[in-house]
């Protein structure tokens, strides 16, 4: 089973994204966080603030995981991580907004993106964003677990053709083999897998709706 969905506050979850100071990488100042959450429920601890992937990048949200005193990290041979964009899903032109509904997607694993993405929009869902994935891992690190880690289908990448990329952006934790190194053993890992791939560890993250200011 997941562990508990409770998410902090979003007053707690504001006051850890400028601590770490993703408003100033966002361009967003401290109050305009502030008086977002205050307008939707401080105290609200069943949604997630996230942020705008194109304001707050992957690559960029990555290295601020933490797994003990191991940070995260981009696997090396996906230099193209930013480019991979909510697909099927329209985002408002807001800067800020809630996901809600949270699921890990357990119930998926050893699924494929092909045979769970269908599962997860039957179900009046939308398969979570990368960006998503990792504002959820910054405020609950422990919904990262190893052997029940999940894949994040919202953002594709789209080839210059216009057909999109057999690959699909995931949150997992490294054993420290092969090109991740022995000093990434445990760490928070962006990576990715193919389409139509099996995995018994990773499920499909989804959430049920997403709220804008």
Same mark, same amino acid.
């Given at each position: 089973?997941? !562990?508990?969905?409770?998410?902090?506050?979003?007053?707690?979850?504001?006051?850890?994204?400028?601590?770490? +100071?993703? $408003?100033?990488?966002?361009?967003?100042?401290?109050?305009?966080?502030?008086?977002?959450?205050?307008? /939707?429920?401080?105290?609200?601890?069943?949604?997630?603030?996230?942020?705008?992937?194109?304001?707050? !990048? !992957?690559?960029?949200? %990555?290295?601020?995981?933490?797994?003990? +005193?191991?940070?995260?990290?981009?696997?090396?041979?996906?230099?193209?991580?930013?480019?991979?964009?909510?697909?099927?899903?329209?985002?408002?032109?807001?800067?800020?907004?809630?996901?809600?509904?949270?699921?890990?997607?357990?119930?998926?694993?050893?699924?494929?993106?092909? +045979?769970?993405? !269908?599962?997860?929009?039957?179900?009046?869902?939308?398969?979570?964003?990368?960006?998503?994935?990792? $504002?959820?891992?910054?405020?609950?690190?422990?919904?990262?677990?190893?052997? $029940?880690?999940?894949?994040?289908?919202?953002?594709?990448?789209?080839?210059?053709?216009?057909?999109?990329?057999?690959?699909?952006?995931?949150? /997992?934790?490294?054993?420290? %083999?092969?090109?991740?190194?022995?000093?990434?053993?445990?760490?928070?890992?962006?990576?990715?897998?193919?389409?139509?791939?099996?995995?018994? /560890?990773?499920?499909?993250?989804?959430?049920?709706?997403?709220?804008?200011?």
């Amino acid at each position: 089973m997941p !562990p508990e969905t409770l998410l902090p506050t979003l007053a707690e979850q504001a006051g850890r994204l400028i601590a770490l +100071e993703v $408003h100033t990488l966002a361009g967003l100042s401290e109050q305009a966080l502030r008086d977002a959450v205050e307008q /939707w429920g401080s105290d609200r601890t069943d949604a997630l603030l996230a942020i705008d992937p194109a304001l707050a !990048p !992957p690559s960029a949200l %990555t290295p601020l995981l933490r797994r003990g +005193e191991k940070p995260g990290f981009v696997v090396e041979d996906m230099t193209d991580v930013d480019q991979f964009a909510p697909t099927g899903l329209e985002l408002g032109r807001e800067a800020l907004y809630l996901v809600e509904g949270l699921e890990r997607g357990d119930e998926y694993e050893n699924w494929s993106a092909e +045979e769970a993405l !269908p599962a997860i929009t039957g179900r009046d869902r939308t398969p979570l964003l990368l960006s998503e994935g990792l $504002h959820w891992v910054l405020q609950q690190g422990e919904i990262l677990e190893r052997g $029940h880690c999940f894949m994040t289908i919202g953002s594709r990448l789209t080839k210059p053709t216009g057909k999109l990329d057999s690959r699909t952006p995931a949150l /997992w934790i490294s054993n420290g %083999t092969g090109r991740d190194g022995k000093d990434r053993q445990d760490a928070p890992k962006l990576g990715w897998c193919w389409w139509g791939n099996r995995h018994t /560890w990773l499920g499909f993250a989804s959430a049920a709706r997403r709220t804008a200011v």
